[in-house]
């Protein structure tokens, strides 16, 4: 595809459960971002990829959140034992260049509701 | 009562009139800066970057002014269009870090 694709773009879960969001990037582009947006805020760093090995994963607010990216392309967000503080837009980016630099492409995110 | 988070610092203008959206940032080690515009249900779309180098930029029908004294940064939309309407956010970032975005300003744009 033509720009970066997250699914599912709706996620309704219980409190407790397990969730995966999937995040495809842009054809070629090295660097992977997650971000988190609460209603109303902009949009917070989660974790970064350059090609297969998390780089910095500093914004990880506890250690339910985890994110693969196992051959350097698709990656997966996954959040154990959901609470509903973890409610929100879960945003995936990408970038031709590694090391924070150059244009974030982002895709239209994941909203995730936790019950 | 509602969250104040939901409450989107929001300036409204006229159609065909300039806007202009301003924020501060915090971090005074930061050297590159981004405005990105979000639309309803949509992820952050780049709208112009500007290095710390430089104190302004131009791109088409915008242009970004950073005042580093004052940690300053604003962007002026020219002949603003309905187009134009979405929540723009300013981002920062400092030397090999992750971009850190501010809360963002809904622009409501009146035809």
């Known amino acids: 595809g033509a720009g970066v694709s997250q699914t599912p773009s709706n996620k309704v879960t219980e409190k407790g459960k397990y969730v995966e969001l999937r995040c495809d990037p842009i054809s070629g582009h090295t660097a992977l971002y997650w971000y988190r947006q609460s209603l109303g805020q902009g949009p917070e760093f989660l974790i970064y990829f350059q090609g297969t090995g998390a780089a910095d994963d500093s914004g990880l607010p506890n250690d339910r959140f985890f994110a693969v990216r196992p051959e350097g392309s698709v990656s997966t967000l996954k959040i154990q034992r959901t609470e509903r503080g973890d409610s929100a837009v879960y945003l995936c980016a990408s970038s031709a260049n590694g090391g924070y630099t150059g244009e974030l492409f982002f895709g239209e995110g994941s909203r995730l509701t936790v019950l | 009562g509602e969250s104040v988070g939901l409450h989107l610092p929001t300036l409204s203008v006229q159609e065909g009139d300039n806007s202009i959206i301003n924020c501060a940032y915090s971090?005074?080690?930061?050297?590159?800066f981004i405005w990105y515009k979000q639309e309803s249900g949509k992820g952050p779309q780049f709208i112009i970057d500007?290095?710390?180098?430089?104190d302004k930029r131009q791109g088409q029908r915008v242009t970004v002014l950073l005042n580093k004294t004052v940690k300053h940064l604003s962007l002026q939309i020219a002949a603003t269009q309905p187009g134009d309407s979405a929540v723009y956010f300013c981002a920062e970032k400092a030397g090999n870090t992750p971009l850190v975005f501010g809360k963002g300003t809904r622009l409501s744009v009146i035809a």
């Open positions: 500007i290095r710390s180098n430089m």
């Open positions: 971090n005074s080690a930061s050297d590159y």
